[in-house]
C-alpha cells in the first residue's frame, strides 16, 4: 500500500465551484505539503503543516485553504474555483526527527476547472 | 520570488549515454535534493545532499553539492530507457527558517534504444 495517497486522482470541476482535495499518510510523518504542478513550472507550494496545529501559507497560496483534521490527513480546498487552477496537485510529507528535508510525494491530483 | 534555474530544459540521448543537469541559483543553499518524476505519479526522491562539496551515488546517479553552495549537479551514467522522465532539483535556502523547498522547473529527459 503506498504510504501517501490522494484522493481523487482526477477530478473535472466547473468555474465557482467548492472542491476539496484530500491526502492521507501513514508514515508517521509531521510535516505534510500541497504542491501545484504546472508544465514547465515545476512544483510551487500552496500551504505546509509542521503539525496539527501548525500551518503556514506557502508561495501561492491565494484562493486556497487547508485543513489538518489530524497528523495523518491534510485537505486542500478551493473555495471558488477558476480555470486557471487547473493543475496537478501533490501533497508530500517530511519527518523532522530524521531528515527534515526528504519530502515524499503522493501520486498527485489532476484537477481540469472549466 | 527565489529562483533555482535548472538545465537544460530538455535531453534527448541514446541509450547508453551519460547524461548531466544542473541547478544554480544567486542564493546559498543549505540543503540540494534531486528528484525524478515518471509520468503520472509523484517525485521520487534520488539523492539528498547536506554539505558543500558532498559527492553522493545512488547507483547509476552521482550527484554533487557545490563548494559554493550556490549549485548542484545530478549524472546519470549508462542511460537505460527507465530513465526517462522528468528530474527537479529542490533546495532549502540558507536564510529560510522551516523546510519548505524551492523546485526547479525540471529536466525532461528522453531516452531512445
Known amino acids: 500500500d503506498a504510504d501517501v495517497t490522494q484522493t481523487p486522482r482526477n477530478r473535472i470541476t466547473k468555474t465557482g465551484k467548492r472542491i476539496m482535495l484530500e491526502c492521507s499518510q501513514t508514515?508517521?510523518?509531521?510535516?505534510m505539503y500541497w504542491y501545484r504542478q504546472d508544465p514547465g513550472l515545476g512544483l510551487r507550494l500552496i500551504y505546509y503543516s509542521f503539525d496539527v496545529k501548525d500551518i503556514n501559507k506557502g508561495e501561492i497560496s491565494d484562493g486556497y485553504s487547508v485543513s489538518r483534521q489530524a497528523q495523518a490527513k491534510f485537505s486542500l480546498s478551493l473555495e471558488s474555483a477558476i480555470p486557471n487552477q487547473t493543475a496537478l496537485y501533490f501533497c508530500?510529507?517530511?519527518?523532522?526527527?530524521?531528515?527534515?528535508?526528504?519530502?515524499?510525494f503522493g501520486p498527485g491530483t489532476r484537477l481540469t476547472v472549466t | 520570488g527565489q529562483q533555482l534555474n535548472q538545465s537544460p530544459q530538455s535531453m534527448f540521448i541514446q541509450e547508453g549515454e551519460d547524461v548531466s543537469m544542473n541547478c544554480t541559483s544567486s542564493?546559498?543553499?543549505?540543503?540540494w535534493l534531486w528528484y525524478k518524476q515518471d509520468p503520472g505519479e509523484g517525485p521520487v526522491l534520488l539523492i539528498a545532499?547536506?554539505?558543500?562539496?558532498e559527492l553522493t551515488s545512488n547507483g547509476r546517479l552521482t550527484a554533487q553539492f557545490g563548494i559554493t553552495r550556490k549549485d548542484s549537479f545530478l549524472n546519470i551514467s549508462a542511460s537505460i530507457p527507465s530513465d526517462v522522465g522528468i528530474y527537479f532539483c529542490?533546495?532549502?535556502?540558507?536564510?529560510?527558517?522551516?523546510?519548505?523547498?524551492?523546485f526547479g522547473k525540471g529536466t525532461t529527459l528522453s531516452v531512445s534504444s
Open positions: 508530500a510529507t517530511s519527518d523532522p526527527r530524521t531528515s527534515p528535508y526528504e519530502q515524499y
Open positions: 529542490a533546495g532549502q535556502l540558507q536564510w529560510q527558517a522551516g523546510t519548505a523547498l524551492i
Open positions: 508514515k508517521g510523518h509531521d510535516r
Open positions: 542564493s546559498i543553499f543549505n540543503t
Open positions: 545532499l547536506y554539505k558543500a562539496g
